[in-house]
């Protein structure tokens, strides 16, 4: 069955950097892009981008575009995140998601499980 | 960017009661609307695409509905397991935008 298994959950200090993996099982990791997708505590879902699974190329949101960096490990099926220089309002559950196609349009089909990631000092 | 209103922000229902959700679009998106769950604890899941398809494995008490550029989900009949939070997400152009989520609690 489809699977997306991210990393345990994570705990910073301001500055420092993290990278969380979304391991993908299932189907063929190169037929669909990965996003990626904020939640801070308490609130709603924000989409951050994708990355091309076959192409290895991002694709950023706006509020993404500074110190984020997603990247793949194809031949492990595994995308990344990287979130450098961390800040307080980093602290969130990160989750990556398959864009999966239907009708003509992309939609997230399947979710992993999400990491907290946690800063403080 | 698209901007996408979801009402009510929090909602009490009855058990076997009709539930329905909506979300206003700031532009015409077309059909390209999807409808999540989130499970306390749990990551979303996609219920519906394309404004009124059902994906895999939903049951049919969930329903989409679009009047122009209103989006409605319908839960026919409430049932214990559908307790949660509620997205919409416009799919119609980036970047992506969802909802700010509706909280469905039993009464």
């Known amino acids: 069955q489809i699977q997306l298994v991210q990393s345990g959950p994570e705990l910073k200090k301001p500055g420092e950097s993290v990278k969380i993996s979304c391991k993908a099982s299932?189907?063929?990791?190169?037929?669909?892009?990965m996003n990626w997708v904020k939640q801070a505590p308490g609130n709603g879902l924000k989409w951050m981008g994708w990355?091309?699974?076959?192409?290895?190329?991002?694709t950023y949101a706006d509020d993404f575009k500074q110190r984020f960096v997603f990247s793949l490990e194809t031949s492990a099926s595994t995308a990344y995140l990287q979130i450098n220089n961390l800040n307080i309002e980093d602290t969130a559950t990160y989750f990556c998601?398959?864009?999966?196609?239907?009708?003509?349009?992309?939609?997230?089909?399947?979710w992993g499980q999400g990491v907290m990631v946690t800063v403080s000092s | 960017d698209i901007q996408m209103t979801q009402s009510p922000a929090s909602l009490s229902a009855s058990l076997e009661e009709i539930v329905t959700i909506t979300c206003q679009a700031s532009?015409?998106?077309?059909?390209?609307l999807a409808w999540y769950q989130q499970k306390p604890g749990k990551s979303p899941q996609l219920l519906i695409y394309g404004a009124t398809s059902l994906a895999d494995g939903v049951p049919s008490r969930f329903s989409g509905s679009r009047s122009g550029t209103q989006y409605s989900l319908k839960i026919s009949r409430l049932q214990v397991e559908d307790i949660g939070i509620y997205y919409c997400q416009q799919a119609s152009s980036a970047p992506n935008t969802f909802g700010a989520g509706t909280k469905l609690e039993l009464k």
């Open positions: 299932g189907y063929t990791f190169t037929d669909y892009a």
């Open positions: 532009q015409d998106i077309g059909n390209w």
């Open positions: 990355i091309n699974t076959q192409t290895g190329k991002p």
């Open positions: 998601t398959r864009w999966g196609y239907y009708d003509g349009s992309g939609y997230f089909d399947y």
